[in-house]
């Protein structure tokens, strides 16, 4: 019975530790208002559930996003999308979706609205975030890696609180440099290759907008100047882990709005899958010592090896 009880704490202590590393995960989307011919199959509102890399994610968004058209090098004039946007946050993890209220109101609408309302637009709910690397550098070097003839490089412009590892690429410093760059790109009309425009969370130094506001401000000024755009968002949030040393679990199921009043939040996909898994789990474990035990007593049985005659 020891080495059963045994095995029985190694399953334990196996499953604890696969709840313990699950990763921090935060959402993307990526929309376009109209197809512009980058995905020939129906990509409108699809959701994917698994629970991705950065690099992962760069390379759905070039194979099933049709970003390879826009920042792959190929041959040829013609441009499918007048400028790409890849939007960085800092603010929204996987389980903020489903919550009634929300700490940036108008980061959620917006992309509610833009996700419903586009021809194309795809889902990646869960993306497993590492304070290791900055999120634009994983994505663009998946972005490098997933191209076969490289990416255009010389044709990529970013916002001021990106951490670029060059000097000499071109950096924003207002939106009204966006707004410029926007007009030029409808100038060269059909011809040229697409703008590709990293906007790191924050934005612009000194900024004082919040995450939703900036974003529906660039999501306006591409409406307003009729420009063919597609959008990548992205979330790196921001202190979540200061001490991961001290966090045995890396990912938060329940969350507090202040320090007094703790409110419950819903059980998103991923918190319902991990419970269903984990009750199995136990169950499986009851049902396989009432079994094993049950076994044990059938064997410690004694029964006599013969039985004397009956007497008359």
Not at 90 to 98: P, T
Not at 141 to 166: M, Q, V
Not at 169 to 191: A, E, F, R, Y
Request: aromatic share 6%; proline share 4%; charged share 20%.
């Amino acid at each position: 019975m020891a080495a059963i009880w045994m095995a029985v704490a190694v399953m334990l202590v196996a499953t604890a530790q696969v709840v313990v590393a699950a990763p921090v995960t935060a959402p993307a989307f990526l929309w376009a208002p109209k197809n512009y011919g980058l995905s020939s199959s129906e990509a409108k509102e699809v959701v994917h559930y698994q629970t991705i890399s950065p690099k992962s994610l760069a390379k759905s968004v070039l194979e099933e996003g049709g970003w390879s058209n826009l920042v792959c090098s190929k041959d040829g004039p013609q441009k499918d999308v007048d400028v790409a946007v890849l939007f960085l946050g800092s603010k929204l993890q996987s389980s903020d979706i489903s919550k009634d209220k929300q700490a940036d109101p108008a980061l959620v609408d917006t992309l509610k609205l833009s996700f419903s309302s586009s021809e194309l637009s795809m889902a990646f709910p869960y993306v497993a975030i590492s304070d290791d690397e900055a999120l634009e550098n994983s994505l663009l070097s998946g972005f490098t890696e997933n191209c076969a003839d490289g990416s255009r490089g010389n044709h990529i412009t970013y916002t001021g609180t990106c951490a670029t590892s060059s000097e000499s690429m071109k950096k924003h410093s207002s939106m009204d440099s966006i707004q410029d760059l926007v007009k030029s790109q409808m100038g060269n009309i059909p011809t040229g290759q697409t703008e590709l425009i990293v906007f790191c969370s924050g934005g612009f130094k000194d900024n004082v907008k919040s995450e939703g506001e900036l974003l529906s401000e660039v999501v306006s000024v591409l409406n307003k100047s009729g420009a063919k755009y597609s959008i990548l968002y992205a979330s790196q949030p921001y202190g979540l882990l200061e001490n991961t040393s001290e966090l045995p679990l890396a990912r938060y199921l329940a969350e507090k709005t202040n320090t007094t009043k703790p409110v419950l939040e819903k059980c998103d996909g991923e918190c319902q899958l991990k419970s269903t898994l984990l009750e199995g789990v136990f169950v499986g474990l009851v049902l396989l010592i009432i079994l094993i035990s049950g076994l044990c007593c059938m064997m410690g049985i004694d029964t006599p090896s013969r039985f004397e005659a009956a007497q008359d």
